[in-house]
């Protein structure tokens, strides 16, 4: 069996690329850093090219599409190589798109009947957003009692201060952010740089083990 995205690595990068030219080497950085799972959102015109260019190039990537909010986009970028979805929030025609896509999801909530909607539905594993906004940790450990069969990756306004107080919750597989991809690293194609910070945040694993 599979393992399930939310154990892939304990960040899950969430990329917007301006240039497609950068996805292959910016991956490469990301996985050789230990962050194997990679959401390219579609909040730019070239992330359609960018997906289709990491899962051509770099296999051992896990890359997915991130800001999924049309039936349209699911079917366009499974084509383009995803293969993973997720989701800001969800609707029933939408979570039917992600259901019979083939791959796994992670549709977004920020309340308590969300949840219990997409359990109702059999979907147990969900994105938390946006995750301080809408009570961070202490909205989750709430969660956990009632609702312990819902696991999540809480994205939004995680950083390298806050991300292990997420990960050492129970409901809490993995966390989004962009912290190990900084602008101007990215503009100056500092790879490296980017490498180096991924390092950093799959080190977030070995912290969670001794929480």
Known sequence: MAPSLLDLAPVMPVVVLEDASDAVPLAQALVAGGLPAIEVTLRTPVALDAIRAIAGAVPEAVVGAGTVITPDQVTETVAAGARFLVSPGWTDVLLAAMQTSGVPFLPGVSTTSEVVALLERGVTEMK????????????????????????????????????????????????????????????????????????????????????
């Open 128 to 211: 938390f957003f946006p995750a301080e906004a809408a009570g961070g940790t202490a909205y989750l450990r709430s969660l956990a009692g009632p609702l312990p069969q819902a696991r999540f990756c809480p994205t939004g306004g995680i950083g390298p201060g806050n991300a292990t107080e997420y990960l050492s919750l129970p409901n809490v597989g993995c966390v989004g952010g962009t912290w190990m991809l900084p602008a101007d690293a990215i503009a100056a194609r500092d790879w490296g740089r980017v490498e180096s910070l991924a390092r950093e945040a799959a080190g977030l694993k070995t912290l969670r083990a001794q929480v």
